[in-house]
């Protein structure tokens, strides 16, 4: 996560790590992970775009959830997933996920942010996969 934190500190807007990261940073057993996850503006997509070697390879089988802008980093140990306006397919319509607190990681030097435990379980809820309800439990523990 180091490699996330330095290709972030320049970003110009909030953003965070979701999903099975954020669940390992407060300090929850995740279960599996393939990836990390992060939300950030389309803004500081842009700009990562820009800098490092980013894919648009999206997983057609996440049909439930799409991103306005969308990119995979592939170089890191774990690959990270970048999405900027992100959203959730919930009742046939698509729901902006937007995140509303913000709590700081710190990895010695670096910043790692993810959403509040509180607000992190709401979220895996409402995605609702089994692996999300899974870590949402997880974290509840």
Sequence with gaps: ??????AMADAKD????IG?????????DPGPMSDIDVLLSIRDLEALYK???????????????????????????????????????????????????RERIRMGDRNLFVPEKSELISLLLQFGRPKDLMRAATLSE
């Excluded at 099975?20 to 929850?28: E, F, I, P």
């Excluded at 890191?76 to 997933?81: D, H, K, L, N, S």
């Design 14 to 17: 909030d953003w965070w790590i």
């Design 51 to 101: 800098g490092l070697p980013l894919s648009d390879t999206r997983d057609s089988r996440k049909g439930q959830f799409l991103s306005q802008r969308f990119g995979v980093w592939s170089e890191p140990p774990m690959p990270v997933e970048f999405m900027a306006g992100f959203s959730q397919k919930i009742d046939g319509l698509w729901r902006e996920v937007k995140l509303n607190t």
């Design 1 to 6: 996560m180091a490699s996330l934190a330095d």
């Design 20 to 28: 099975s990261g954020a669940v390992a940073l407060h300090g929850a």
